[in-house]
């Protein structure tokens, strides 16, 4: 009886310790905590650039350029087959060579002739993840901030800190990402897109012919190691 009675006790001390543990790893998480902060921050330097879609359940903040835009569904029930996305103006990758028929229709799709749901171009080029069929809960009704915090603590994995550019950022797979300055009173790429240039190139997109868009290598963390890995970027200084 005693020997059970340890057992118990033990067997409770474990898993005591487990969720003690599963708390403060939640509560040390800085990076998902401070995403929130600086994109409350990002949120407020673009006002007025924030577009509400009730189509698709979700929000999109369009580029001071209106050539790109990052979405983020409010509602994983609703949003459809995309909860996360860029969109982005096709014509400048179809000036530099783009055939959008040689392009990875997996997670990337061309629209010709059609507004799309952010409304910034005719032709656009986008890609986009699908993370579940969640059914978010608000208070009252959604807001971006809050449909932005939904994706921290049910998808903490797509939220990165990028060290040699202090970012934050949201992944879209395959080398996608929507990035934002940490702090946007030192740093001068307050928001960036960003876009694996490898399918475009494939693609036919001769880099140099792209409008509109850097194309460079970027410091990025890799298997533990600092690699560089080339990148197309659009960047926004929003001070």
Known sequence: MKKRTNCVLFGAAVAAMFFAACGLVKTLDVVGKESETSFEALLKSVEGKVKKDDMSSGYWLVSPDSQATFF?????????????????????????????????????????????????????????????????????SPTPLAAFKHLVNLYRGSIGYHTALDHYGVDLGDGNMFEWAKDMSTNDKDMVFVV????????????????????????????????????????????
């Open 72 to 140: 983020w569904g409010w509602d994983y029930s609703k949003s459809g087959m995309h909860d996360l996305m860029l969109d982005i103006d096709a014509q400048p990758f179809l000036d530099a060579g783009l055939d959008p028929e040689k392009l990875p229709h997996e997670y990337m799709f061309y629209e010709g002739g059609s507004m799309g749901g952010s409304g910034i171009a005719e032709k656009l080029i986008m890609i986009g993840v699908k993370l579940g069929s969640d059914e978010l809960k608000y208070d009252s």
């Open 196 to 239: 694996n240039p490898e399918p475009f190139i494939n693609a036919g997109v001769v880099p140099e012919n792209l409008d509109g868009w850097i194309f460079t290598k970027v410091p990025v963390e890799k298997d533990g190691k600092n690699v560089e890995v080339d990148k197309f970027l659009k960047i926004f200084d929003l001070k």
